[in-house]
């Protein structure tokens, strides 16, 4: 059983255009987050969630609009997708600063 | 900005060996954490070293944290080539209802066989 999955695994997508990555949790932590891992492989931030609330929001583009319908599941909207866009994104989610973030395997997105 | 940083950036050894990495950061923090990412995989949870703990264990690996000095130190004993890997310390900030777990740029380490 997988803990966090998300879906697409790669994704090669035109300028301009709009994708989402989907991502669900099995474990029943009350926290998601998005990082996104660029070609240095530095993993930024984007959005944290707890309990469906935004609760961190790290100065990204307004393209970028994650939504959480429940607990266990974060997804992530990009609009107008630019060049600068292409990077790993990864899922992640935990209990409130008290344990492990368990991390799905990735979303390669590649905008040409 | 970042919070945590580590070092060195990359780490080449030799089988047997032992590797120890370095991790700073800037700001109170309520845990750290050590990930390991094999390539082109998700990233997978070490260890964890709570604020007012100074040193953990978990088989081959031993944390340390020094909340005086912003630093922890990641130490892996009798390396193996299986442990090649970016290596990444988190830090975990909790402010109110936020909970901020943040990630430095990774140390590259490569054991030879």
């Known amino acids: 059983d997988t803990a966090v999955s998300q879906t697409p695994k790669y994704l090669v997508t035109q300028m301009g255009n709009d994708k989402s990555i989907k991502c669900e949790q099995n474990?029943?932590?009350?926290?998601m987050y998005w990082y996104k891992q660029d070609s240095k492989k530095f993993l930024k931030i984007m959005f944290s969630y707890n309990n469906k609330e935004l609760i961190i929001n790290e100065t990204v583009p307004n393209r970028f609009s994650p939504k959480s319908p429940d607990k266990a599941h974060l997804n992530l909207h990009i609009n107008s997708l630019e060049l600068g866009d292409s990077a790993v994104y990864f899922c992640?989610?935990?209990?409130?600063?008290?344990?492990?973030?368990?991390f799905g395997q990735g979303t390669r997105l590649t905008v040409v | 900005s970042q919070q945590g940083e580590e070092d060195p950036q990359a780490l080449s050894i030799q089988e047997g060996e032992n590797a120890t990495m370095n991790c700073s950061y800037k700001t109170s923090i309520n845990n750290l954490q050590w990930y390991r990412q094999n390539s082109g995989r998700g990233l997978v949870h070490l260890i964890l070293i709570r604020s007012n703990e100074r040193e953990k264990h978990s088989g081959r690996l031993r944390v340390t944290l020094d909340t005086s000095k912003k630093s922890s130190s990641l130490l892996i004993t009798a390396s193996r080539a299986a442990d090649t890997a970016s290596y990444f310390c988190a830090t975990d900030v909790i402010t109110g209802a936020n909970s901020k777990l943040t990630f430095g740029k990774g140390i590259t380490l490569s054991v030879r066989p």
């Open positions: 474990l029943g932590h009350d926290t």
């Open positions: 992640a989610s935990n209990h409130r600063g008290a344990t492990e973030a368990f």
